[in-house]
């Protein structure tokens, strides 16, 4: 027999045992034992999941309404109500695609469509530094998989010339802001290198991108013109759309191709049609949060320039490594944080490389520029390197 009790102690003693929070949500708050501190950890990078007045509005907007509560099945079965169809024809149709398709989460959207869509002919060429979710998806396939240093395209390229003539199929796979790094893809040499060979599908997950990059919120492909020509594009409604569930946009063919063959899909019950509403609610608003996007971006600015050098540096985006190094030094100086009053979590193998246990701060537009520099006093206070 396992010994788990065993298992966990090593967990306890390497510094790297999870519990699940005990916390209250106060709008960009959070209360934990006892404790009232500005959130730095959150995937609601717009603000929106605390706004009252669009949950009122939306609120309003349904009264009276006989929207069901649950789907009570899948979709295949009757769980396929009116509201997905009209979500995703809105979907297709903003993005200038073919098709789109909803899923329950990130996480199902991942695990499914690359083992749907891939077989022995195939190869995935995935970044080394993908989301868990992407990579349990290439495991869970029968193709056989590469995996390329973390925006190392040279070397990306290198395996696609060498390895090409050999399979039916080569599927690249990156997200475009990435998780941890919060740095960026390429994602406009990726199409380049997409177009010189006939037999490869692109696939980007959008997940921490959609809400916050583009003039409209569509995410990172929007920002560099490149929607049309990715042709597997992910994204989730989680974070910055302060909803649940996931979206692919591509053809019409793959699109019924996973509606037959994709297990996630096929075997789950579908998101209640209440939910799909409240998303699409957002989503449509999405053009009009330029001002949160815009303020989210400097804020960033200002926490990338002050950790620079201890992970602030690598980042692009609104998600901020502070790279402490080892588990126990980083989980202590998380623990300092949230004395001052700044909920921030460590971040630790296996979810990131060994050595590099870090403290990610998760911006949201809802943070002041005050609360920002607040926040900087107290990092400069615990570490001479910073400034």
Not at 39 to 57: I, K, Q, V, W
Not at 115 to 122: I, N, R
Not at 294 to 307: D, K, M, P, Q, T
Request: proline residues 3%.
């Amino acid at each position: 027999m396992i010994d788990y009790r065993q298992k966990l102690s090593e967990l306890q003693r390497t510094g790297s045992l999870r519990r699940l929070p005990d916390i209250a949500h106060g709008g960009i708050y959070i209360e934990c034992d006892g404790r009232r501190m500005l959130n730095f950890s959150s995937n609601d990078y717009l603000g929106l999941a605390s706004r009252t007045d669009l949950r009122n509005e939306f609120l309003e907007r349904i009264k009276g309404s006989d929207i069901p509560l649950s789907s009570s099945s899948s979709r295949l079965l009757t769980g396929n109500f009116k509201e997905y169809a009209r979500f995703e024809e809105l979907l297709s149709r903003t993005f200038g695609r073919e098709a789109a398709l909803v899923f329950n989460s990130g996480y199902h959207a991942n695990t499914g469509i690359l083992p749907a869509l891939v077989d022995k002919q195939t190869l995935i060429i995935a970044d080394k530094l993908v989301h868990a979710s992407i990579i349990d998806g290439i495991l869970l396939g029968k193709a056989e998989y590469k995996r390329f240093r973390h925006n190392d395209y040279g070397q990306l390229e290198k395996i696609v010339s060498e390895e090409s003539s050999r399979f039916e199929q080569l599927i690249i796979v990156t997200e475009s802001v990435f998780s941890m790094d919060g740095d960026i893809a390429d994602l406009q040499r990726l199409v380049s290198l997409k177009k010189t060979y006939k037999n490869i599908l692109l696939y980007v997950d959008e997940a921490h991108a959609v809400g916050v990059r583009g003039a409209s919120g569509l995410g990172l492909a929007e920002e560099l013109g490149c929607i049309q020509d990715i042709d597997l594009l992910v994204g989730t409604f989680g974070k910055a759309l302060a909803s649940m569930g996931a979206y692919l946009l591509c053809s019409r063919v793959i699109k019924e191709y996973l509606v037959n063959t994709m297990r996630p899909l096929i075997f789950s019950t579908a998101l209640p049609p209440l939910q799909i509403a409240w998303t699409q609610f957002l989503f449509e608003r999405l053009p009009e949060f330029t001002a949160e996007r815009e303020h989210l971006s400097a804020i960033s600015r200002l926490l990338r320039v002050a950790l620079n050098g201890q992970g602030g540096e690598i980042s692009d985006s609104h998600i901020i490594p502070y790279i402490v190094g080892e588990n126990q030094p980083c989980v202590e100086e998380a623990l300092r944080l949230q004395r001052e009053g700044f909920y921030c979590l460590p971040v630790r193998p296996p979810t990131v490389p060994k050595g590099t246990a870090r403290i990610r701060f998760s911006l949201n537009a809802a943070i002041s520029e005050k609360d920002m520099v607040a926040l900087i006093q107290a990092l400069n206070y615990g570490s001479n390197e910073i400034y």
